[in-house]
């Protein structure tokens, strides 16, 4: 079965830090683009990031440019996701998926995990 | 603040049907594939129809999208109780150089 597992969600205070990571299961990391989605309680869906497999190409929301990190290790089949600064507003159930789609044009989310929840506040 | 514009809410009786606009622009919609994603209460989003008008495998065909110029529409044939949810349609923006989500729309079965 095709599965991602997020975690590292937490309680954390403003201007804090936390990583959150993405496990892959059932395929095989490699050969995908990833990206991260949010979405803030009683929200829509948010895409923030995106990296290709080779990491040669990363996207970030500029709500996110500056403070937020993505990057992968295709070896431990994992996505990862580090956030500095963190404010009241990055208060979201952020979820990691899998890209498809042959170019940006075609561009689509195909399986995508449970989603970790993040809560910035004082 | 979302690029495409979806209706808050569409609703009919079961077995009827509904259909949910996605209007866009030229930079994103109007050049780009677009996608479907249902989210079902409390569950993480799933995908419906990708490519304008392609269906995953597990996708009854009861769903199907399509699209014209800057505008993209999806419809639900034979409303089910389980199809209540919210709807994104979702694609890439060439000038913002970001994938871009609709605003949602909660399909509500009467």
């Known amino acids: 079965e095709v599965l991602l597992v997020e975690s590292g969600g937490d309680l954390i205070q403003p201007g804090g830090s936390l990583r959150l990571s993405c496990a892959a299961s059932?395929?095989?990391?490699?050969?995908?683009?990833m990206n991260w989605v949010r979405q803030a309680p009683g929200k829509g869906l948010e895409w923030f990031s995106y990296?290709?497999?080779?990491?040669?190409?990363?996207y970030y929301a500029d709500s996110v440019k500056g403070r937020f990190t993505i990057s992968r290790d295709n070896a431990k089949n994992s996505l990862f996701l580090q956030m500095n600064s963190l404010r009241v507003e990055d208060t979201a159930i952020y979820y990691c998926?899998?890209?498809?789609?042959?170019?940006?044009?075609?561009?689509?989310?195909?399986?995508w995990g449970k989603g970790t929840t993040v809560t910035v506040s004082s | 603040q979302s690029v495409l514009t979806q209706p808050p809410s569409v609703s009919a009786a079961p077995g009827q049907k509904v259909t949910i606009s996605c209007s866009g622009s030229?930079?994103?919609?109007?050049?780009?594939?677009v996608s479907w994603y249902q989210q079902l209460s409390g569950t993480a989003p799933k995908l419906l129809i990708y490519?304008?008008?392609n269906r995953p495998s597990g996708i009854p065909d009861r769903f199907a999208g399509s699209k014209s110029g800057t505008s993209a529409t999806l419809g639900i044939t034979g409303l089910q109780t389980g199809d209540e949810a919210d709807y994104y349609c979702?694609?890439?923006?060439?000038?913002?150089?970001?994938?871009?989500f609709g605003t949602g729309t909660k399909v509500t079965v009467l």
């Open positions: 998926a899998r890209v498809r789609g042959s170019g940006m044009s075609y561009y689509y989310m195909d399986v």
């Open positions: 059932g395929f095989t990391l490699y050969g995908y683009s």
């Open positions: 990296i290709t497999s080779s990491t040669s190409t990363i």
């Open positions: 030229s930079s994103n919609v109007g050049n780009n594939y």
């Open positions: 490519e304008n008008n």
């Open positions: 979702g694609t890439w923006d060439s000038s913002l150089t970001a994938y871009v």
